[in-house]
C-alpha cells in the first residue's frame, strides 16, 4: 500500500492551520551506509558484493552492501560464513575517519532543513528530524522536505538515503525501513494504525525476541492484532510494558525529537544467527562494536569513563560487567582493553551466548589542553 501525505499537498498549503496541527517527524536512514562510503570512494567496488569486516577469518560482519546481501551476507555474519555464501565477497577493513566525516556532512545538510536541537542523531548512519515548523507555515510540505534533503545527500555525499515521515518517530522510523535503498515512505495522520498493522510486531523497536516469542504464543504476529488485543489480559501475560507495546502499535508515540541533550550512553550490540561459544569470534565481535561505538564517540565530541559489555545467552539471561576509571577516554584500543576485560569478567566462557553489546557511559566532553587516559 502506498502512503501520500494527503494533508500536505500544494493545494492544502493554502488553507489556514490550526495551532495543533500535527508535528511532521522524519526519519533518516542512510542505506547500507559503511560499504556504500567504500563503494563511493573507489570505483573497483560499485557492483560487486562488498562487506566491512576486520582483517581475521574470525571477524564478523560489520556492514555488508546491497550486492552482498542479496547472496545471504548480512551484519553481524561471521566473516568465515559471509565468505562461504559468497566465495566472490571483496572484504574491505573499517575506516571510521571516512564514515564520521560522511556523518557529519549529512548533519550539515539536516540543519538546514531544522534547528540543530530538532536533529538526534541515533547513529553515523540514522537521525531522526522534526520538520514540523517548516510544513506548519506551508513553506514545504513533508514530501518536497524529504526529496531534497534525499537530494543534497546523494549530490554532496554521494551516498543514498532512505526516509520515513510521519506524526511520530516510531512511525516515521518503520516507514523509513520499508521500502529500502533510496526510499521515501509517507504516512498521513490518522493512518498510522493501518499503516502498521499488517506488519510483523518485531517491527516495533524495543520489542525483544523473548516478549516476541511470548506474543507468538499468544497468537498475535502482527502489529495490529497487538494493538487489538485485549489490554488488561495483554499486561497479565506480559507484564506492564504490554500496554506501552500496545499504544506503540496502535501508532501513538508523542516522544520529542531531542538533540539538545548530551547522550548519556552510546551503545551498540548484535544478535548472532547462531549462538557463539568461541572465545575468538566474541572477541572478533567485540573489536567491530567497539569500532562502532568509538566511532559515535567522537562524532559527538565527547569520551567515556566507563565500558560496559552485555550478553544475553540462549535461556534469554542477560549478564553484563563494566570496567571504569576516574579520567575518560575516546581512544579505540584503551575501550577495546577495557571491552575485553569486561568480557573476562563475565565469566562466560563455557557458555553459548545469543548476544553481545559494548556501551560507554559517564559521557563528557574533554577538558580543554589535557592530555586524558583511562585505562591501565
Known sequence: MAYKLLWQ?????????????PRTILHVDLDAFYTSVHQRDDPKLRGIPVAVAGRSRRAVIMGASYEARTYGVRSAMPLHEALQVCPQLTVVAPDGARYREASRVVHQIFRRFTSPELVEGVALDEAYLDVTARTRHGTSNAE????????????????????????????????????KPDGLVLVPPGTE????????????????????????AMGLRNVGALAAYETQRLVQAIGTNGAV????????????????????????ETTFENDVSDRGQLE????????????RLKTDGVRARTVYVKLKLPDF?????????????DDVETIFRAAR??????????RAVRLIGVGLSGLEHPEPDLQLTLFD
Do not use: Y
Not at 576485560?341 to 563455557?350: F, G, P, Q, T, Y
Open 284 to 295: 572478533s565481535a567485540l573489536r567491530d562494536l567497539t569500532d562502532r561505538v568509538t566511532e
Open 9 to 21: 499537498t500544494g493545494r492544502c498549503n493554502t488553507m489556514p492551520r490550526p495551532d495543533n496541527w
Open 317 to 329: 539471561r542477560l549478564v553484563s560487567r563494566q570496567v571504569s576509571r576516574t579520567s575518560p577516554t
Open 144 to 179: 518536497e522536505v524529504a526529496r531534497r534533503i534525499k537530494f543534497q545527500i546523494h549530490t554532496e555525499v554521494g551516498l543514498t538515503a532512505s526516509v520515513g515521515a510521519a506524526t511520530s518517530k516510531l512511525v516515521a522510523k518503520v516507514a523509513s525501513g520499508t521500502r
Open 193 to 216: 494504525a493501518d499503516f502498521l498493522a499488517p506488519l510483523p510486531i518485531g517491527v516495533i523497536p524495543g520489542l525483544g525476541p523473548k516478549t516476541e516469542e511470548r506474543l507468538h
Open 245 to 268: 507495546l500496545q499504544r506503540l502499535a496502535q501508532g501513538r508515540d508523542r516522544s520529542p525529537v531531542d538533540g539538545s541533550r548530551p547522550a548519556k550512553t552510546i551503545s551498540a
Open 341 to 350: 576485560s569486561a568480557l573476562e569478567k563475565s565469566h562466560v566462557e563455557s
